[in-house]
């Protein structure tokens, strides 16, 4: 009797450790803001609702590891100046993500710091010249918070991420999302 009570134990410990999942992966819906763009001079702010994917995987309970794509979106319109222009961006993130110790087991909470390689393009021509195109690329410190709950394999995650993009105002990044504990 005691080795199977052992048993059905050893199996609980593992079926709940199981329902954290070794890998993850996720995607969902950003409202990003990039603005104050000033690398040529009027470029139009990225400030629109986009989306993300990520991946991870989380060896132990309070740790994982986490990749992001982030699409930041694309914008045109004019200046004050008259010239029309056009900006698009992406980011891709990895970081290392640490989980409060929480008491709740569907909920965690966490916080993450790594690197983000981002990229933004755009043009602009003003009235009656030539376009000029213009891109850029870099990779800076970043870091984000956000709450997760999860029941059984599924679920659900409010995040905010951020990383300095150099000659704008930086790119602050709200995202809602769905994830599959694997």
Do not use: C
Request: proline share 4%; no cysteine.
């Amino acid at each position: 009797m005691r080795i199977i009570m052992l048993l059905v134990l050893a199996f609980a410990a593992g079926a709940a450790h199981a329902e954290n999942g070794f890998f993850y992966i996720g995607a969902g819906v950003v409202r990003n803001s990039l603005s104050d763009i000033t690398s040529i001079g009027g470029l139009p702010d990225l400030k629109n609702t986009s989306w993300k994917a990520y991946a991870g995987v989380r060896p132990i309970d309070w740790l994982a590891a986490e990749a992001d794509y982030i699409d930041l979106g694309s914008n045109s319109g004019t200046n004050s100046t008259g010239s029309s222009g056009t900006t698009n961006g992406s980011a891709f993130a990895a970081y290392a993500v640490g989980f409060l110790p929480i008491p709740l087991p569907i909920v965690d909470v966490f916080g993450k710091a790594g690197l983000a390689r981002w990229k933004y393009d755009g043009s602009l021509a003003p009235p009656g010249g030539l376009a000029a195109a213009f891109s850029t690329k870099g990779t800076d410190f970043a870091w984000g918070i956000g709450v997760q709950a999860h029941i059984s394999m599924l679920g659900a995650r409010l995040e905010y991420e951020n990383f300095n993009v150099p000659n704008s105002s930086g790119a602050r990044v709200a995202s809602l999302s769905v994830f599959l504990n694997l």
